[in-house]
């Protein structure tokens, strides 16, 4: 099975911290994805990576940016943390376009 | 752009029942259709994924259909039981031609099973 482990579960921090989301896939994945899902807007996609030090904007990048240095590790970071970005946080990875996409647990950020 | 909705957004059935869940998009020009799982506070897990090509898909009491040309989807869930309880969502991909290539999600319908 496919495994998505995100860092954190729960996360608290405060306005104008940088912040960082952790996320690894253990099945050598080439696409990976970061989303945030609200109530009542459902699932935004942030960002993705087609490849190890490849990015591309998603529908929001605003606020936010990414590394991905190694295959199976794929970053996000708030640069300074607003309480507009308190959220869940959702991370996925997917083989190659086409195939299904598999998601962490989702870290759930609270910016106080 | 693509739109993808999902109703009703909520759903209540006894144990034991059939099913439907229904999403619909309205651009028929799709790769394939996902259909995903999520429990309260996780993350959201793969259950079907239909090519543009297949018209259903099955896993064990679930069963996805796809009408592309009608840009309709349905998961039939056969003996509902009180662990389906969870907020289904469906998501579309596109061709790979560069004006929305990823997946486009509806907004779900959360379905309560009652013992």
């Known amino acids: 099975d496919v495994k998505v482990t995100q860092s954190s579960r729960y996360l608290v921090k405060r306005t104008g911290e940088k912040v960082f989301l952790e996320c690894v896939q253990d099945m050598d994945h080439e696409n990976m994805f970061w989303y945030r899902q609200d109530p009542g807007l459902g699932l935004r996609l942030i960002y993705f990576s087609y490849d190890v030090k490849m990015k591309e904007k998603g529908d929001i990048p605003e606020g936010y940016s990414v590394s991905r240095e190694k295959k199976e590790r794929f970053s996000l970071i708030l640069e300074s943390a607003s309480t507009n970005q308190t959220s869940m946080y959702l991370c996925?990875?997917?083989?190659?376009?086409?195939?299904?996409?598999?998601f962490g647990d989702g870290t759930r950020l609270s910016i106080l | 752009k693509q739109e993808v909705t999902q109703i009703p957004a909520a759903l209540s059935v006894p144990e034991g029942e059939n099913l439907v869940l229904n999403c619909s998009f309205t651009?028929?020009?799709?790769?394939?259709l996902q259909w995903f799982r999520q429990d309260p506070g996780k993350g959201l897990t793969s259950l079907l994924l239909?090519?543009?090509?297949?018209r259903e898909q099955t896993s064990g009491r679930l069963n996805a259909s796809l009408d592309k040309s009608s840009g309709r989807s349905t998961l039939y869930i056969a003996a509902s039981q009180p662990g389906d309880s969870a907020t289904y969502l469906c998501a579309v991909q596109h061709p790979p031609d560069g004006s929305a290539r990823q997946l486009t999600f509806g907004s779900g319908t959360q379905l309560t099973v009652l013992p």
């Open positions: 651009d028929s020009a799709i790769y394939n």
């Open positions: 239909i090519q543009s090509s297949q």
């Open positions: 996925a990875s997917r083989q190659h376009w086409g195939q299904p996409q598999h």
